[in-house]
Structure formats: C-alpha cells, structure tokens
C-alpha cells in the first residue's frame, strides 16, 4: 500500500538556521505530494505541493522538490524564524481507488528559537 | 479567505453516548472527508464523501461511524457508541475537484470519551 516516511524529530533550532526535513515514500501509481503545517491551536494548512516527477513545490520560503528516482520530497529552507515553530506533515495522495485520500508521515515538530 | 469550520473545538463525552461532529466545508468543494489524529500517532483517514455517498472508507470507519452532509453545507460525523479509543482530534477536510486538487481542512474538533 501508499506509506510515507519522515523525520520524527522533534528538532530544534537558532533563527536563520537551515532546515530540512526528509520524507520518502512508496507509492503505486503516480502520486501528487504534499506539505502540510500544523501551527499550535490550529489545524493543518496546506504549505506547498508538487504533482508530477521534478516539480518544485515553493511557498513562504520552503522548497520541495518531486524526486521519483529516490521517491523523495524533502522539504528546505533557507532561513527560519521563530515563527515557523510547527509540526510538519508530509503526505501524498493518489487517483487509484478514487477517493484521493491523504496518506500522511507521522509529522515533525520544528521549534525555532531566538 | 474562505475556510472549513468544525463545531465544536473539543467534546467531552460519556463512552457508550453517541456523538456528532460537525463540520461546514468550503462552499463550492465537492469533496469531503474525515481524518483522524489520536495523540502522538499519525493523521489518519476515515472517510470519503463525494455526491452524496461514501466514495471510500477506511478499515477504521466500522458501524460505529456514519456520515451525512443532511442539508448541502453541513458534513457530519457520527460515531453510535462511543468507545475510550475513539479519543482523538477529529479533522474535516474538503476540496474543488479530482485529479489531486489540495484538501483544504478545519482546525480539529478533540474528543474526549471518559
């Protein structure tokens, strides 16, 4: 079946610090990939996505990148702030069965410090 | 921006009383679902609803679990009788249309069974 695997963390880090967290996945079929974040209180937000082998998901600083060669979509950024404390869920969706539901890795809690 | 809201935030109940949940999707989404999340374990799907009737369910969604979406804006979940592992966050979600759109979803409602 569809599965997702990615960093666990949590993992903490200084302002400005780079970031990556790794998700790979096994998948049949051709699946779209996604990121998604989970600020404290609130519910999952939608942070980029990419849907076919080598496109870039971009958004608020954070970059993706479809690998089908490695079946990976590590997701970087460049600079974080305080503000990007969150939990972060990579996921990945299918048009087999016909329902497109998300499948989801377990999430990685990110706290930035100042 | 438009959004999905879920009622309530969070739900204390007896086990064995029923409960309902209640989510208002996106307006002009045609695709609904229901995942879960029980604490510290990945988000989980439950069910999917699209034109009026169960597209797929989860091996989770037994006869405990029913949906509806009784009057074109709501979307319920109902759980018959409710069991001390049904406590979860409780995530609703929607979106436009197939082929991957991103699912767009509320903030959780948390369900308690004492």
């Known amino acids: 079946g569809n599965s997702v695997t990615q960093m666990e963390g949590p993992v903490t880090l200084s302002e400005e610090a780079f970031l990556t967290i790794n998700c790979t996945y096994t998948a049949t079929g051709y699946p779209s990939l996604f990121w998604y974040v989970q600020y404290p209180g609130e519910g999952l937000q939608l942070l980029l996505k990419?849907?076919?082998?080598?496109d870039k998901g971009s958004n608020k600083g954070f970059e993706a990148t479809y690998r089908k060669e490695t079946t990976s979509f590590h997701l970087e950024k460049g600079s974080v702030q305080v503000s990007d404390s969150a939990v972060y869920f990579c996921a990945l969706s299918t048009t087999q069965g016909g329902s497109e539901k998300l499948v989801f890795g377990k999430g990685m809690k990110l706290t930035v410090n100042p | 921006e438009p959004e999905v809201t879920q009622t309530p935030s969070h739900q204390v109940t007896q086990m064995g009383q029923e409960v309902i949940l209640r989510c208002v999707p996106i307006s002009n989404h045609l695709y609904f679902y229901w995942y879960r999340q029980i604490l510290g374990q990945k988000v989980e799907f439950l069910v999917s609803f699209y034109n009026n009737e169960i597209s797929e369910k989860s091996e989770i969604f037994d006869d405990q679990f029913s949906v509806e979406r009784p009057d074109g804006s709501n979307f319920t979940l109902k759980i018959r009788s409710t069991k001390l592992e049904d406590s979860a966050m409780y995530f609703c979600a929607s979106k436009t249309g197939p082929f991957n759109q991103p699912q767009h979803f509320g903030d959780g409602t948390r369900l308690s069974i004492l």
């Open positions: 990419a849907t076919k082998a080598d």
